[in-house]
Structure formats: C-alpha cells, structure tokens
C-alpha cells in the first residue's frame, strides 16, 4: 500500500517561490506516471501537472513556465518547483498516481501566496 506525503508548503509573497516534494512510502512510484493536483477554498480540485515515468512533463495552462516538475527515483520523490506566484495559486496542494488512485490521497500541503 503506497503512501504519499506531500511537504514544502508554506506562506510566501507573490514573485516568491517554493519547492514542493511528494514522498511515497510502502512502494516504489518510479514506474507510474504522478500528478500534481491543487483545491483552492470553495473550489473543486484542479489538475496541475504530469510528470510521467520516463520524464515528460504536462501543466496546466495557469502554470506553464512558471511551475516544474521532476522527479529522484533514487528517493521515489516527486517535486514541483513553484516560482513566480501569485494569489491565485494559493490552495492545498496534492499529489497521486495517474490514473488516480483514490486510497492514494495524502493530506497535501498548503501553499498560501499573500502580502
């Protein structure tokens, strides 16, 4: 049973950045696509970004080039840098498996972009 635990959010100014990490533990992630996900308050929850096996990469178009996804398979790690942010990406941010895995879930991260 795979458990992901998504780190590195934070409060930040807009222009800031932040990196955050999805750690998996119970099982290796090296060999399925992941995806970063984001639920702002009193939204649905919305796609970000792919990052698939071999290492290509798909955003959203709210985020492209100013996200990045990669991945260590050493440490079954998936990071998604976040640079120049803006108010708008404020939401908790989650990761999981493509197609999802609903018992995938973690609790995510909150990134919070304020002055």
């Known amino acids: 049973q795979v458990q992901l635990v998504e780190s590195g959010g934070g409060l930040v100014q807009p222009g800031g950045s932040l990196r955050l990490s999805c750690s998996a533990s119970g099982d290796s992630v090296n060999s399925y696509d992941m995806a970063w996900f984001r639920q702002a308050p009193g939204r649905q929850r919305e796609f970000v970004g792919v990052?698939?096996?071999?290492?290509?990469?798909h955003y959203a178009e709210s985020v492209k080039g100013r996200f990045t996804l990669s991945r260590d398979n050493a440490k079954s790690t998936v990071y998604l840098q976040l640079n120049s942010l803006k108010s708008e990406d404020t939401a908790v941010y989650y990761c999981?498996?493509?197609?999802?895995?609903?018992?995938?879930w973690g609790r995510g991260t909150q990134v919070t972009v304020s002055s």
């Open positions: 990052i698939l096996s071999r290492g290509y990469t």
């Open positions: 999981n498996r493509v197609p999802l895995r609903n018992d995938w």
